[in-house]
């Protein structure tokens, strides 16, 4: 049984890279008919607040990767047979595991301070424990009486290889890792040793994380052995980068999945793309899927070995892609929450009317907010009108006036308000002017709805109304003439 999890430590919000990893997880396990588990890596209680678990498993849900095991969120009670599926409710069992490494001799207590190892550093300058306590005999551990004390793993000579399904075989000497802490002297976990036993416990056979974890592996593998367990397979994926090729900072503008809700986009583009960071599918420039397309054509084999960038107006490509793919009732449903939240009381439209809103929008969207701009005028009167059309379109205030008052005249006789009559009717006059449609269709479009772009003309004419469209154009020649005077 294929059994994946993501482990996020709840410490900040959902970032685009564990969503990644997640996806990746989740993509491998549902393909094969696996689970997919969730487990929060919260032991470290300073760190942790309950407002990033809710925003971490809100962010999942909002992309759609549903955990098949993992702890309660809202009205979801836990799921799963190895719970709690929480670090920080399962810390006797790491302080089991710690002492039973101990009691073998593949752990030993360290009662060296903090102060007294600051000096013992790697040739990065990083901290290396020298193994003091590691041959303690039993009196000089006796004469230490309740002194406190860490649990250290001892680590093997030799070599560590990680077979990895992305980065092939890659060695490791063992002498570059020290003999880290597994349990601190509080009896917390190290997240080491806390990884290690959960993926244990929770049979996951897969470990698809990240590549920054790729050198933990050899010391999670070295614990595996110790613990006497089957090694699960190991695949770590590139990190994601900003378009400046740097690390995807927390603080930049959609690090947190749920920043692209807010500014409007669907999470299926946001899954489409994220699974694009680093993952090419066999069929040459297609970068359009589904969801249902990724499940089938997803591989781990075809992930890249190098990080990928961040490419917004990619992103944003495909988000017109996934808007312009929704059926338009689904697309209008989205549609209505961003509305109402712009202050545009949709209950006054019928649903009719809101569906041809968004058929006749759809198209031009990039993303789900471009709709307040593509149609407050549908909501609301305007005092003002785009400068640069009235430059455009209005410059002979006379010549535009008349052309208005044609319209009126015209419309007014049209029986039934529809696009296509709307279009004959203009059309006759263009005939009648010896003009082109664009004459006359631009210097309206500014009057009725103050801009110069927007959804198809004559359907938004259509869904404007009548009495609107007469009402605007007529507003918009007592501007005309108040400006020419
Ligand atoms: N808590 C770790 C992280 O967020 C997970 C490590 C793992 O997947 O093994 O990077």
Not at 67 to 72: I, L, R, S, V, Y
Not at 140 to 163: C, H, L, M, Q, W
Not at 227 to 251: I, M, N, T, W, Y
Not at 321 to 329: F, G
Request: aromatic fraction near 12%.
């Amino acid at each position: 049984m294929i059994r994946t999890r993501i482990a996020p430590s709840p410490s900040g919000f959902l970032h685009i890279g564990t969503a990644k990893t997640a996806l990746y997880n989740w993509l491998f396990a549902k393909k094969h008919g696996g689970r997919f588990i969730l487990r929060l890596e919260d032991t470290d209680a300073e760190r942790t607040d309950e407002q990033y678990v809710q925003g971490m498993c809100e962010g999942f849900k909002w992309l759609g990767i549903e955990w098949d095991e993992g702890p309660p969120f809202g009205d979801i009670p836990e799921k799963g047979e190895y719970g709690p599926y929480r670090q920080s409710q399962r810390k006797h069992i790491y302080r089991k595991e710690a002492y039973r490494l101990l009691e073998e001799g593949k752990a030993y207590k360290c009662y060296c301070s903090k102060q007294e190892l600051e000096q013992y550093k790697d040739d990065t300058g990083n901290l290396y424990y020298p193994g003091f306590c590691r041959n303690l005999t039993p009196e000089r551990i006796r004469e230490k009486g309740d002194a406190p004390y860490v649990i250290r793993f001892k680590v093997p000579e030799g070599e560590t290889i990680v077979e990895d399904l992305i980065q092939g075989t890659v060695r490791f000497n063992n002498n570059q890792y020290d003999d880290f802490i597994i349990l601190r002297a509080n009896g917390d976990p190290v997240f080491h040793l806390a990884v290690v036993v959960d993926d244990i416990y929770m049979k996951i056979s897969h470990v698809i994380r990240g590549d920054d974890h790729l050198t933990n592996a050899p010391r999670h593998i070295m614990l595996f052995r110790a613990l006497g367990a089957d090694l699960p397979k190991f695949a770590h994926h590139p990190l994601v980068h900003d378009e400046q090729g740097r690390k995807f900072s927390k603080r930049m503008h959609g690090a947190n999945v749920l920043d692209w809700r807010d500014d409007g986009y669907l999470p299926e583009a946001i899954i489409n793309y994220v699974a694009l960071l680093g993952w090419t599918s066999e069929e040459e420039n297609k970068e359009f899927f589904t969801l249902q397309e990724l499940l089938e054509k997803f591989t781990l084999e075809r992930i890249s070995k190098s990080a990928s960038r961040f490419d917004r107006r990619k992103l944003e490509w495909l988000n017109g892609l996934h808007i312009r793919n929704l059926p338009v009732d689904d697309l209008r449903d989205r549609l209505i929450p961003i509305l109402e939240k712009h202050g545009f009381n949709t209950s006054t439209k019928s649903k009719d009317w809101l569906t041809k809103l968004a058929k006749i929008c759809q198209e031009k969207l990039p993303t789900l907010n471009r709709i307040v701009f593509l149609s407050d005028f549908f909501f609301k009167d305007f005092e003002t009108y785009e400068p640069e059309g009235e430059k455009k379109w209005w410059s002979q205030p006379e010549i535009v006036i008349s052309q208005f008052n044609l319209i009126l005249e015209k419309i007014k006789n049209i029986e039934s308000w529809d696009c296509d009559n709307i279009k004959k009717a203009f059309e006759e006059i263009c005939s009648q002017q010896n003009i082109k449609i664009g004459a006359l269709v631009n210097p309206t479009r500014l009057a009725i709805t103050g801009k110069t772009i927007g959804p198809g003309f004559f359907e938004l004419t259509e869904l404007l109304g009548k009495e609107k469209t007469i009402e605007r154009l007529i507003k918009a020649i007592a501007y005309l003439k108040n400006k020419g005077a």
